[in-house]
């Protein structure tokens, strides 16, 4: 996934449920994004997420903001 409009400078907030993981800006409480669980995650589990920094094979010229998640063994990046 491309980088996010908008995430620039501006401090940001992971909630996540059993159900969704959301992206939200934390002055005005926008939603950015959302991700549903995937349907071969067992219900019930708990998605897991972390940030760090990094490069990506497509976009290699600076490090960006990534965003890490998993339900169960369904893991999935995002470049921020």
């Not at 290699?60 to 893991?75: D, M, P, S, Y």
Request: proline fraction near 6%.
């Amino acid at each position: 996934m491309f980088p996010i409009e908008g995430l620039d400078d501006c401090p940001i907030a992971v909630l996540g449920s059993f159900e969704s993981i959301g992206v939200y800006k934390i002055e005005g409480g926008h939603l950015f994004f959302r991700v549903d669980r995937p349907l071969s995650a067992k219900s019930g589990e708990i998605p897991v997420f972390c940030f760090g920094l990094g490069k990506s094979p497509t976009m290699i010229e600076k490090t960006h903001l990534l965003l890490a998640f998993a339900w169960g063994n369904v893991i999935q990046l995002i470049v921020m």
